[in-house]
């Protein structure tokens, strides 16, 4: 049986909404969300925060996830890419005598995710021949049919040859649903790109999608997930 972390990035400083990891989400600290997911799905031996806060470590602690080191202020700002945190946490975590096979990089802002995505997702690595699974979801509209504005202020399309193609006879597209990542942990090491012939997408409705970067990205989330609580 393969050994699993779930890893859940939550770095202090966060511009766009400050201390959003930890703010209050339907009576939550935006993180719990995504650590009770990830307990419930019981998919991973350990669930893992990797953060340079104290008082994030402390909450997440608090949410039943373990803190096994603080991350560097290098790998705490606006540059550092999310590569550069997991293949630092996988350093932490074997230096400390846990080198995992698996591993699931989760967003601590990913409140829709459900326990059934993450051990669904995780499946999909039992098949040979791939290296990650991540979530995913359909464009909502044709990506062939979509407009640029031009500098003179009208539109055009992108790929014109599409103006009259039925939408029925367009390929479906895809995009990455920002949620979560499963991936083998020699790939990345290896820094092995995500996005492969090597990569199965776990498919998520487009309803329980939702960046959240900015204050109109919450105010979204919050109505989101308000009707899917409401719905049942």
């Not at 779930?6 to 201390?19: D, E, M, Q, T, Y």
């Not at 996005?195 to 109505?223: K, N």
Request: a neutral charge; one cysteine or more.
């Amino acid at each position: 049986m393969s050994r699993r972390v779930v890893l859940i990035p939550a770095r202090g400083g966060s511009k766009r909404i400050p201390r959003k990891n930890i703010k209050p989400f339907f009576g939550k600290p935006m993180i719990a969300w995504s650590i009770e997911a990830a307990l419930a799905s019981g998919v991973a031996q350990r669930v893992v925060v990797s953060t340079d806060d104290e008082e994030i470590a402390r909450i997440a602690r608090e949410c039943g996830a373990e803190v096994p080191f603080l991350r560097p202020a290098a790998l705490s700002d606006d540059h550092a890419t999310t590569l550069d945190v997991i293949v630092h946490a996988i350093d932490e975590l074997a230096s400390q005598g846990d080198v995992p096979d698996q591993l699931c990089c989760l967003y601590s802002t990913a409140p829709m995710v459900l326990p059934e995505d993450l051990r669904g997702a995780a499946a999909l690595l039992d098949a040979p021949g791939f290296d990650y699974a991540f979530s995913a979801t359909h464009y909502a509209f044709p990506i062939q049919r979509a407009l640029r504005e031009l500098p003179g202020g009208g539109v055009a399309m992108f790929q014109p040859q599409h103006l009259n193609t039925r939408s029925q006879d367009l390929e479906p597209a895809l995009h990455d649903a920002g949620q979560f990542y499963w991936g083998r942990v020699a790939a990345f090491r290896g820094r092995v790109p995500i996005f492969s012939e090597r990569a199965r997408p776990w498919l998520l409705p487009r309803y329980r999608v939702q960046d959240i970067d900015t204050p109109e990205d919450w105010r979204r989330a919050e109505l989101m997930f308000g009707a899917l609580r409401q719905v049942g």
